[in-house]
């Protein structure tokens, strides 16, 4: 476990850190590596003072609703941890047609939802043509709302054309930032330099993009983890999503510990100390892997949670990790069972497109 705590700093030290990246919006690789591989509860508990005083400072208690539209299972591509993968034949594929995804919207827009965040696997069905016949036909029907897609890697050219038919923001975690940590999660078609061109092509065509990562996926070291805040630094997102890596049972990592909770909290801290304006999910797999994990997540300094607006029927299919919450207050349908949720520790969700102030 490369990941576990062990040589715990003086808890000043840590604090230290803490206040000089709260103040600098900045810390050394080094000091990145110092704060995470040395942290103790103490020192997280402190910092999700400040992450939350921060968050707070920037949106208050509002916590921004998106209405996740997941509308292809199929992909192309084979990552190691992910249960979508093209090379699991149990995996029973879907594809929602054009006239699903509109009726996913006209049901979130009367929930409350203004904003749609269309994702898949990487599937060749859903050409640029295609994809622009939908993204247009939601513009039409919902034009104060915003567009997010989550569609992996495409051309710039493609990139281009989606943005043009009415898609305003993009998600694309870069997963890991260490081009060898990166080569261990994927096959070798796939590449970080790629990935990240990806992200660099989608902020270049006027994208708010999201970007983020896995916490505690194989082979990860604290050292990954601080490349990581340095690239998001780098690249200064709208939006960082991040959760916990979980294994799937069909993967070559199915045997593979989930990534730890306290870590992944931790992480949440830092990065809204690192971008204090960003928009951080508290996700689905945070939820996952503990019943108040959301809840925990936003205390820790995220202000975003994506409730699933799939049709029911499909719901079940897109699993990309074992157990993947899909139900309560993760249905977009059960909005109430969530606005109740966040009232219990002082929040309330949102009726708005819930832009980033980090433009
Ligand atoms: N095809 C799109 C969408 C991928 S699914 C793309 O390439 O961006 C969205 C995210 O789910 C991924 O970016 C990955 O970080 C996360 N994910 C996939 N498998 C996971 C697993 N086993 N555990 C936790 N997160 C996982």
Redesign the pocket.
Known sequence: MTLTPEIHMPENTLIRLIDKLEQRRDLSRKEWTQLIRGRTPKAAEYLFERSRAVRIRHYGYDVYIRGLIEFTNY?KND?Y???IRKSNPDAERYRLTKEDILSCCEQGYVLGFRTFVL????DGWFTDERLTDIISSMRKGWPDCAITL????RSPESYQKLYEAGANRF???H?TYDAEHYSRLHPQALTAAHRQDCLRSLKETGYQVGT???VGSPYQTPKNLADDMLFLKEINPQMVGI??????HD?P?AKEPAGPLELTLFMLGLIRLLLPKALLPATT?LGTIAPDGREQGILAGANVVMPNLSPASVREKYL??DNKLCTGSEAAESLEDLRQRMKRIGYRVAVSRGDSLNM
């Open positions: 992909c990552c941890y992910c249960g994702q898949g696997g990487e989550s569609i992996g890697e998600l694309l975690r997963e983020g990562f896995m959760g916990p890596f979980i294994p799937h993967t990592f797999a990309l990790y």
